[in-house]
């Protein structure tokens, strides 16, 4: 069975300091993606990043940026220079890379950014 | 380019009635999935829809059902509320035949109160 856990539940900092979400998974699939989604208070999902479990390499995508580690099953992203803007509950999710997404998420962690 | 409409926002019942959600997929997707949010939860996979027929199925009992309709919008049915049924329902869209499997894009929500 596929299980995303993400042990920080709530994350306060002040803004322009940087923030590591953890995200770890579990799977018995040899090819997979991981995702992560932001919700802000409206309720939407907003994609962020998605990444094949083929590619390990690091991605930056201006003030974020992801880890990815095979070995260590993790996928953890970082925000550079927080702002007020990026408070939102993040979401870590795995699926298959099958047409049809059947996604599983963890609980989420909340960052909370102050100004 | 709309994206994912559901409807209603927000929606009050009472245990024991029945109640039915809407979702519009983004245009050009032909692959609806509903996913159940609960307070402070990450959101539960409840079904696919693809090309009319339920591709995959969440770990839900059978009083939730769901339909799609030839212009790929869908309906998620839900008998015999309890309590434990209120939650953000949130509907996801994307091209099922897509092999590249784009991410899902993800609606607003509908917030379903049992009371």
């Known amino acids: 069975a596929q299980k995303v856990t993400q042990a920080q539940?709530?994350?306060s900092v002040v803004e322009k300091e940087d923030v590591t979400l953890d995200c770890v998974y579990e799977t018995r699939d040899t090819t997979y993606y991981l995702f992560w989604y932001k919700q802000p208070p409206s309720g939407e999902l907003v994609f962020l990043i998605r990444r094949n479990s083929f590619d390990e390499q690091n991605e930056i995508s201006g003030r974020y940026s992801w880890n990815f580690q095979k070995s260590t099953s993790s996928f953890n992203f970082t925000i550079t220079a927080s702002q007020v803007v990026d408070?939102?509950?993040?979401?870590?999710?795995?699926?298959?890379?099958?047409g049809f997404q059947k996604l599983v998420f963890g609980t989420g962690t909340r960052l909370l950014v102050s100004p | 380019d709309a994206g994912v409409t559901q409807s209603p926002t927000h929606l009050i019942k009472t245990r024991g009635q029945q109640v039915t959600l809407r979702c519009s997929?983004?245009?050009g997707h032909d692959t609806v999935s509903?996913?159940?949010?609960?307070?402070?939860?990450?959101?539960?996979?409840i079904f696919q829809?693809?090309?009319?027929?339920e591709r995959q199925r969440g770990n839900f009992p059978d009083r939730f059902s769901?339909?799609?309709?030839?212009?790929?919008?869908?309906?998620?049915?839900?008998?015999?509320l309890l309590l434990g049924d209120s939650a953000l329902y949130l509907c996801a869209s994307s091209?099922?035949?897509?092999?590249?499997n784009q991410p899902q894009h993800f609606g607003?929500?509908?917030?379903l109160s049992i009371l």
């Open chain 2, 66 to 80: 769901g339909h799609q309709f030839p212009n790929y919008s869908s309906e998620l049915n839900v008998n015999a």
């Open chain 2, 34 to 45: 509903w996913y159940q949010q609960a307070l402070g939860q990450g959101p539960q996979f």
């Open chain 1, 9 to 11: 539940t709530e994350i």
């Open chain 1, 87 to 98: 408070s939102a509950v993040y979401f870590c999710a795995l699926s298959d890379i099958t």
């Open chain 2, 108 to 111: 607003d929500g509908t917030r």
């Open chain 2, 95 to 100: 091209l099922g035949a897509d092999r590249d």
């Open chain 2, 49 to 53: 829809y693809y090309e009319e027929e």
């Open chain 2, 25 to 27: 997929p983004k245009s």
